[in-house]
């Protein structure tokens, strides 16, 4: 019996290259994963606590799009974020609440398969206009911009979470609240107030400001920068901004023809534009849009929440040059974007929404 488990164990060791061979070959050329046992360590300083589940609401998707339905988050893959959530508090301070890591499913993933059908697309066929409205059963509604979700450097960011971890210090130990249901989450939110629990609906809509739009304008005249706050205010701009300058290493390649160039670009940071023309407070990063708007009428709308309200570092640059050659002397930079469409050159207006573009 002994010789003959012996003749077995030798058999299987000559099989496990052959195994590995074939494994090899089948995916690509992947090393088979390693297989970890639930709950044992890893090198990961993001998985030292224990996983919660949460099943997610059901999801309608309507507004602008080609066929409105129910969202399906089967075979969808599940996306990791890790975060550290905080509110707003009174001045705008930044009051933490906890770090955690969530999975789940990316609002681009949930989103892709209804296609945009903008009202607006004869007159401007640019998706450089469109947002989104996320909203529950409670009554919470935030908004997102179409950017922020395709034009972004990271667009499988954005997630309805359906599991949560907390990220617990070593040393401290501290337990973190934990979230109730599944939610919205924004990992790039300095202030955590766009994340609401258990959405239910997405709703897609363009801008509804009107623009006359002639393409390929030459020269543009936009020799001063309207700024339009609504309830907060208005001033025009006719110079450099008073901020300090902000100088990016960048390449700027578009949706549709590529590369157009790589270098560095020096202007001022928009929050610091926007900051003397509306507070931040959490009703305002919930719902403030922004719209830029050129002089040949091509547009660009973000949140509020992304123009000043970022975790990463990451700029949309305002650029005034007096030797504007044609194109303007105000421009828009979004280096927080991977695609350049929502830079805006002969830039003559910006108009700032706490309601509907």
């Known amino acids: 019996m002994e010789i003959l488990i012996m003749r077995y164990m ?9 195994f590995l ?23 990961s300083f993001f998985d030292n606590d224990t996983l919660f589940l949460f099943k997610p609401m059901p999801l309608h998707v309507g507004g602008e799009v080609e066929h409105p339905g129910m969202a399906t988050y089967d075979s969808l893959p599940l996306r990791s974020v890790i975060v550290k959530e905080s509110h707003t508090g009174p001045g705008g301070d930044v009051l933490f609440t906890g770090a955690y890591r969530y999975e789940g499913y990316a609002l681009t993933d949930l989103l892709n398969p209804f296609l945009a059908k903008k009202t607006n697309r004869e007159a401007f066929p640019p998706l450089t206009d469109l947002y989104i409205k996320v909203f529950n059963n409670e009554g919470d509604t935030v908004v997102i911009s179409w950017g922020e979700l395709y034009y972004a450097n990271r667009p499988e ?12 210090p070593e040393k401290t130990g501290e337990r973190w609240p934990l ?3 599944s939610r919205l989450v924004i990992p790039n939110d300095l202030r955590s107030d766009r994340n609401i629990p258990m959405p239910t609906g997405i709703v897609v809509v363009s801008c509804g400001k009107e623009m006359a ?22 001033f025009i701009l006719k110079g450099a901004p008073g901020c300090s300058p902000v100088t990016v290493h960048t390449i700027f390649y578009g949706k549709g023809r590529g590369l157009h160039s790589t270098g560095t670009v020096t202007g001022s940071d928009v929050q610091c534009v926007l900051s003397d023309l509306i507070p931040v407070t959490a009703e305002n ?12 009428g091509y547009r660009a709308v973000f949140s509020l929440s992304e123009l000043v309200n970022r975790n990463d570092q990451e700029h ?6 007096k030797d504007d050659q044609g194109e303007g002397r105000f421009r828009l930079y979004p280096s927080c974007d991977f695609f350049s469409d929502r830079a805006v050159k002969g830039l003559t207006n910006i108009w700032l929404s706490t309601g509907t573009l």
């Not at 739009?213 to 907060?232: I, N, Q, R, V, W």
């Not at 990063?285 to 040949?296: E, I, M, N, T």
């Open 10 to 18: 030798r058999f299987f060791q000559k099989c496990i290259p052959l």
């Open 21 to 43: 061979t074939m494994w090899t070959l089948l995916s690509g050329g992947q090393v088979p994963p390693a297989s970890v046992p639930p709950g044992a360590p890893t090198n």
């Open 157 to 168: 960011n954005i997630i309805i979470a359906t599991r949560v971890m907390r990220i617990v």
């Open 179 to 181: 979230p109730a249901s």
């Open 213 to 234: 739009t002639e393409k390929g304008k030459f020269p543009m005249h936009a020799d001063s920068l309207m700024m339009d706050g609504g309830k907060y205010g208005r």
């Open 285 to 296: 990063l919930k719902h403030g849009l922004v719209l830029f708007g050129a002089d040949d």
């Open 316 to 321: 949309t640059l305002l650029l005034y040059t």
